[in-house]
Nanobody, 124 residues
Framework: QVQLVESGGGSVQAGGSLSLSCAAS?????MGWFRHIPGKEREGIAT???????SYRDSVKGRLTISKDLARNTLYRQMNSLKPEDTAMYYC?????????????????????WGQGTQVTVSS
């Protein structure tokens, strides 16, 4: 088990930027950010492998950067050009990959470790 504690988030106007961080109690193969938009399923939007390989969902590609500080076991998410449709609860996640890659489509129900969730609200 890995404990994940998120910080950051909040409210921002459309076009703005917001950063999130996630402190982990240990290291694990895959880490990533999921989001839950009301009425939709929780989905992965960005992942990063232990070797640093990243993957992004098309809806955030070019606007979101995922990174990891190995020394601090901390995951970061920087998102720019925010849109109202980005309004969601964002979750930090960590899991052991099934293969070599940390898939953006890894099932949320199979994720072993979750942060507490952080609300991001984007107003138009």
């Amino acid at each position: 088990q890995v404990q994940l504690v998120e910080s950051g988030g909040g409210s921002v106007q459309a076009g703005g930027s917001l950063s999130l961080s996630c402190a982990a109690s240990g290291s694990i193969g895959c880490m990533g950010w999921f989001r839950h938009i009301p009425g939709k399923e929780r989905e992965g939007i960005a992942t990063i492998a232990s070797v640093g390989t990243t993957s992004y969902r098309d809806s955030v590609k070019g606007r979101l950067t995922i990174s990891k500080d190995l020394a601090r076991n901390t995951l970061y998410r920087q998102m720019n050009s925010l849109k109202p449709e980005d309004t969601a609860m964002y979750y930090c996640a960590a899991w052991t990959p099934r293969g070599r890659y940390c898939s953006i489509d890894y099932p949320a129900e199979d994720v072993a470790n979750w942060g507490q969730g952080t609300q991001v609200t984007v107003s138009s």
